[in-house]
């Protein structure tokens, strides 16, 4: 079996059939793992869960922070936005079941050696950690109070992790790291507006370029910044967003052989 991770798909279902065409992809012997945001932005949102979701075993995914903005919608505590291609998803026969998968997918992936996960890790976190703080967002999202966990999901404060954090506080924190960061500090504070490639004010720097970064020695896996173009930021680090909804490509890891694939 061929493990393949694919970046931000956000409905670009027909670059992803051509893409996964090129690869050859088999879900009899092959599996599809999505580095979150299969949804909002592209045209075919709803194909593309769909086709997701009836992959059965031969996939799996992260959530991103599209995704968890869907299900928040869906749970009644947000609008849609003017910008937001999603209401496919919502006024669709099969809703309930779409979204109640959703709802069940983990922030976190460990598949052999690599770590996926939507946006990145902070750098005070190690990779223990990182789990451990992941599946309690997770437990969250699974537990019959998620609409309360969606109420306070949005938000940039707090903008450090602690210890002692509880309650929504810790799940937005949590969340905002796994799902949102690319900017941070070296003790670990967040930059959430700033989106360019590598340009932010002082004092913060791209998450995976901190030389105090606790994880430098775990593959990671990641998407959600579209406008690094998926250029090489460093040694284990793969990403995978190039912006296909913008006008790039797709890209997909294959985990055996290490090497990317895109379309077009």
């Known amino acids: 079996m061929t493990d393949f991770v694919v970046g931000d798909i956000q409905g670009c279902f027909d670059p992803l059939m051509r893409l996964l065409e090129k690869i050859n992809f088999d879900p009899t012997e092959d599996r599809l793992i999505a580095a979150g945001d299969l949804v909002n932005r592209g045209p075919k949102s709803l194909e593309t869960i769909r086709y997701c979701k009836d992959l059965g075993n031969a996939f799996k995914m992260v959530l991103g922070n599209h995704d968890l903005h869907l299900l928040a ?37 460990s598949i052999d050696k690599f770590t996926i996960v ?19 967002v997770n437990t969250a999202l699974k537990s019959s109070n998620a609409a309360q966990y969606f109420q306070h999901m949005y938000g940039n404060q707090p903008a450090i992790w602690s210890d002692n954090l509880q309650g929504p506080e810790r799940l937005r924190v949590i969340t905002n790291c796994l799902t949102r960061m690319r900017f941070c500090a070296e003790d670990g504070t967040l930059d959430l507006d700033t989106k360019d490639a590598f340009n932010a004010p002082h004092p913060f720097y791209p998450w995976f370029s901190l030389r105090n970064r606790k994880t430098t020695e775990d593959k990671l896996v990641f998407g959600h910044w579209a406008s690094l173009e998926g250029r090489d930021c460093g040694e284990n680090l793969f990403a995978l967003d190039t912006g296909c909804v913008w006008g790039g490509p797709l890209r ?13």
Do not use: C, F
């Not at 997909?252 to 077009?264: A, E, F, K, M, V």
């Open 73 to 109: 919608i869906a749970h009644g505590v947000r609008e849609p936005t003017p910008k937001d291609t999603i209401g496919d998803i919502l006024t669709a026969p099969d809703a309930p079941d779409l979204l109640d998968w959703l709802q069940q997918q983990p922030l976190m992936l």
């Open 118 to 136: 939507h946006a990145g890790i902070p750098p005070q976190w190690t990779l223990d950690q990182a789990l451990i703080l992941a599946s309690e």
């Open 252 to 264: 997909i890891l294959n985990l055996d052989t290490h090497s990317y694939i895109q379309y077009p």
